[in-house]
Every structure is written in structure tokens, then in C-alpha cells.
T-cell receptor, first 113, second 117 residues
């Protein structure tokens, strides 16, 4: 039973355009959401997070939107850069912290020059 | 920033042998570390929570006698896959929380690719 779903295994965008990565969840008890970025042969690195008390969090080119009623969150990257090409994982947990994170399968983003 | 080192990055072993994977926090102390496993095209799945000085907490469906976890110090946790079989071939990755980096951020190691022949 996949509690965190990333339905798009891959996404390709042009440099300078917006990248939108989507994530859906089924567990209404989740109250904290994170995005991690993973390059080949490296571990995931934390990118941005959002608490369920907010609907938007922004950090530079990265913005995460949370729609609790739809149980949906999205990561916007604008403008996209070739160095953003990586696998992006959506994760969630129920304790307001990072313990026992539940991950999605990831979306491979390719930003073309 | 916080760094977690994982070793070995790749290991190939024969069926029936045991393999040990080390996870070290290099510049911070971690009372808790987490071990994940990822099969191809699947999510990172939490296997167990490693607690310094006490027994690990295993997720449902994970055999504690097969996946031995030892967290003997504040900077080292080890995962031993005992009597490995081909179905144990997977990507194993550890993570730790650096309290100084923020309570909600996990730092991950680079992972260990295990192939059991």
C-alpha cells in the first residue's frame, strides 16, 4: 500500500522553464512533508520541507505547495537549471519530525540545456 | 554541513555469507540512525531505527535475526545481513539526524549496493 505516491516516474523540461513535481498521499495523519534530491551514486539530500499548518514554503528557486484537502503537494523549480537534473523524492511522516519517513518512488527530472 | 559516510558502496557476496555495512556520522553525534532499503523502481523503505546503546526497532515484516543492527557508539551504526540470499540484493542506505541542522532534517549516506550471487 503506497501511502506516498509520485505518479510520474520522469519529467523533462527545458532550461529556464518551470519544473513541477507532484506528490499525493493517502494518510491523513501525515503532518510534515519533505522533498529530497538524489544524484546517481549519492545519498538523498534534503531540499525543502513544509508543515501541514502551512500551504506554501519557498526557498530560492524552490517552492513547495501543500493542498491538504486534496492530499497533494508539489515542488516547483523556477527557473530550472541543468544541475537540477536528479531524482526527486517526496517524503512524509506523522510525528512532525523526520523519523519514520515514508517515501514516494521518486521522479527523475531532466533539465535540457 | 552534516556528513554521513557509508561503507562499502558496493559489495558482491555468495549466497549464505554475511555482509556488514557501516554507517558513520562524521562531524556530529547521532543517537538515532535509520536504515532504509530500496529495490529497483521502488520507494526507500524504512527497515529499522538504530538506537545508540539499546536495541534497534524494526519495521513490520523486517526480520531482526536476519538484519542485525548494532549502534555501539554515537557515530557508528552497522547493519549485518546474515546468511544473505539473492532476494536480499538491494540498495541499503542509512541516515541520521543532526540536531544542530534542524530537528526535521535527515542526512543520508551514499548507500550500499548489495548483490548476492
Amino acid at each position: 500500500d503506497q501511502q506516498v505516491k509520485q505518479n510520474s516516474p520522469s519529467l523533462s523540461v527545458q532550461e529556464g522553464r518551470i519544473s513541477i513535481l507532484n506528490c499525493d498521499y493517502t494518510n491523513s495523519m501525515f503532518d510534515y512533508f519533505l522533498w529530497y534530491k538524489k544524484y546517481p551514486a549519492e545519498g538523498p539530500t534534503f531540499l525543502i520541507s513544509i508543515s501541514s499548518i502551512k500551504d506554501k514554503n519557498e526557498d530560492g528557486r524552490f517552492t513547495v505547495f501543500l493542498n491538504k484537502s486534496a492530499k497533494h503537494l508539489s515542488l516547483h523549480i523556477v527557473p530550472s537549471q541543468p544541475g537540477d537534473s536528479a531524482v526527486y523524492f517526496c517524503a512524509a511522516n506523522t510525528q512532525g519530525g523526520s523519523e519514520k519517513l515514508v517515501f514516494g518512488k521518486g521522479t527523475k527530472l531532466t533539465v535540457n540545456p | 554541513g552534516a556528513v554521513v559516510s557509508q561503507h562499502p558502496s558496493r559489495v558482491i557476496c555468495k549466497s549464505g555469507t554475511s555482509v556488514k555495512i557501516e554507517c558513520r556520522s562524521l562531524d556530529f553525534q547521532a543517537t538515532t540512525m535509520f536504515w532504509y532499503r530500496q529495490f529497483p523502481k521502488q520507494s526507500l523503505m524504512l527497515m529499522a531505527t538504530s538506537n545508540e546503546g539499546s536495541k534497534a526497532t524494526y519495521e513490520q515484516g523486517v526480520e531482526k535475526d536476519k538484519f542485525l543492527i548494532n549502534h555501539a557508539s554515537l557515530t557508528l551504526s552497522t547493519l549485518t545481513v546474515t546468511s544473505a540470499h539473492p532476494e536480499d540484493s538491494s540498495f541499503y542506505i542509512c541516515s541520521a539526524r543532526d540536531a544542530g541542522a534542524g530537528a526535521n532534517v535527515l542526512t543520508f549516506g551514499a548507500g550500499s549496493r548489495l548483490t548476492v550471487l
